[in-house]
């Protein structure tokens, strides 16, 4: 039998220093089938844009389309619109997938019957913080235990890493949800299970992931997860969990315990002791970082700490303002 064709489809915006990069490395990616690449590009303050052109006219297999929104979901919509097969297998700009990565996900998807197959999230930093903001992702301590994070046994989980697809229940469902302007991947796969489908975790498909090199960077970028959780949360409900409430929750006890503890200061009152909530998170935080991040060298380690205690506390800010 013939493979079967495969479409790879991805959004991207001021991606001028990679997008030449990432779509020779799509397109050199092992399948004998009939492949072709959609990218949809968002408004950009670089040349993204113009090298997206080129690269167009010098491979037949690439189709560039417009996401006037410049958002990641309308985005992944235009660029589906576009396809031709019936495999669709979502890329992204700042991730390398493995050489093997369609010959599996395809596999998986004849093999289990799912409707989205995909593996984890191996995040690679190149500076010392970047190291540790990996560690950060894939840690129990960090982002919490989620299989594509953390790794685990083949099976059925409620989201996987960017996932590969079938288009008859991904249409069916209705594609990615506009509103969602993060956690899309989540809320779609959601849906998919709602629906009756299945999505499917292959822990030993690992795609490579450039994580936030920077405190800044991170702190941005856990706030705006943090928001977006509380989204999904409000719509469905039956989703929310301790490991979902936990970040909120040190946030407000140390929080108060900073405002209070202040206070009694001032005063000299016993109420300065509410100062030991939030000192007992960060010494806590503290000791659990560098313990479970013993196998780091010495200068990404050092930064594990604050790289740890950076993402809850975003996260929680984030999830508790719910402002973007």
């Keep these: 039998m013939s493979a079967p064709g495969i479409s790879v489809f991805m959004t991207v915006r001021n991606e001028e220093d990679h997008l030449a990069d990432c779509v020779h490395h799509l397109l050199a990616l092992d399948h004998e089938g009939p492949l072709e690449l959609v990218v949809a590009i ?135 949800d506009e509103y969602f302007v993060r956690a899309q991947d989540w809320e779609l796969n959601h849906r998919l299970r709602t629906a009756g489908e299945t999505v499917w975790f292959d822990p030993s498909i690992a795609v490579t992931y450039r994580p936030r090199d920077t405190w800044r960077e991170l702190a941005r970028q856990q706030y705006r997860t943090g928001v977006w959780r509380r989204r999904v949360i409000a719509r469905y409900r039956e989703t929310a969990s301790v490991r979902y409430l936990a970040p909120g929750a040190v946030v407000v006890a140390s929080g108060l315990g900073v405002v209070v503890g202040l206070a009694g200061v001032i005063t000299s009152s016993w109420l300065s002791w509410a100062l030991a909530v939030p000192a007992t998170y960060v010494v806590g935080t503290t000791v659990v970082a560098l313990v479970d991040g013993r196998q780091l060298d010495g200068a990404a380690r050092r930064r594990l700490p604050l790289a740890m205690i950076t993402t809850h506390l975003s996260w929680g800010w984030g999830f508790l303002r719910n402002r973007d």
């Design 42 to 176: 968002g408004p950009s303050q670089d040349r993204t844009e113009a090298i997206a052109a080129d690269l167009a006219a010098r491979h037949p297999e690439l189709t560039i389309v417009a996401n006037p929104t410049g958002l990641t979901p309308h985005g992944l919509n235009a660029a589906i619109a576009a396809t031709s097969h019936d495999f669709l297998v979502r890329a992204d700009g700042h991730a390398l997938l493995p050489r093997d990565y369609l010959t599996r996900v395809v596999a998986g998807l004849q093999d289990t019957g799912a409707a989205n197959v995909g593996g984890r999230m191996a995040p690679e930093g190149v500076s010392a913080f970047g190291r540790a903001v990996a560690h950060v992702m894939s840690s129990r301590f960090g982002l919490g235990g989620a299989a594509f994070h953390t790794g685990g046994r083949p099976g059925p989980q409620p989201t996987v890493y960017l996932g590969s697809f079938r288009r008859e229940p991904l249409e069916r469902v209705g594609g990615y």
